[in-house]
Nanobody, 126 residues
């Protein structure tokens, strides 16, 4: 079993930045692909970014490219999401997710992730 705990969400003004963290435990973290999804009220949960378990290749949804950066620190069993130039439409609950597989891509769907955190709220005011 894997436990994922997100932190770092909050309220920020448009144009500001936040860094989300996701601490993982219970499994060999370094071999797992990790991802971030988000879900706004009344909308489907959508892919934000992913990072592979081998090599640390990164992948992003088109609307996040250039603004968001996913990274991982295997020594700390932690994955991060640096979010810059935030917009009101980025307001959502952000979820960390892990795969048993090392493989990641921008086409990964929600069902392809095996473990989920509880989510952290990000609110961007205009």
């Amino acid at each position: 079993q894997v436990q994922l705990v997100e932190s770092g969400g909050g309220l920020v003004q448009a144009g500001g930045s936040l860094r989300l963290s996701c601490a993982a435990s219970g499994r060999t973290f370094s071999s797992s692909a990790m991802g971030w999804f988000r879900q706004a009220p009344g909308k489907e949960r959508e892919f934000v970014a992913a990072i592979s378990g081998i090599g640390g290749s990164t992948y992003y949804a088109d609307s996040m490219k250039g603004r968001f950066t996913i990274s991982r620190d295997n020594a700390k069993n932690t994955v991060y999401l640096q979010m810059n130039s935030l917009k009101p439409e980025d307001t959502a609950v952000y979820y960390c997710a892990a795969r048993r597989s090392w493989y990641a891509s921008a086409e990964l769907k929600r069902v392809e992730f095996d473990y989920w955190g509880q989510g952290t709220q990000v609110t961007v005011s205009s």
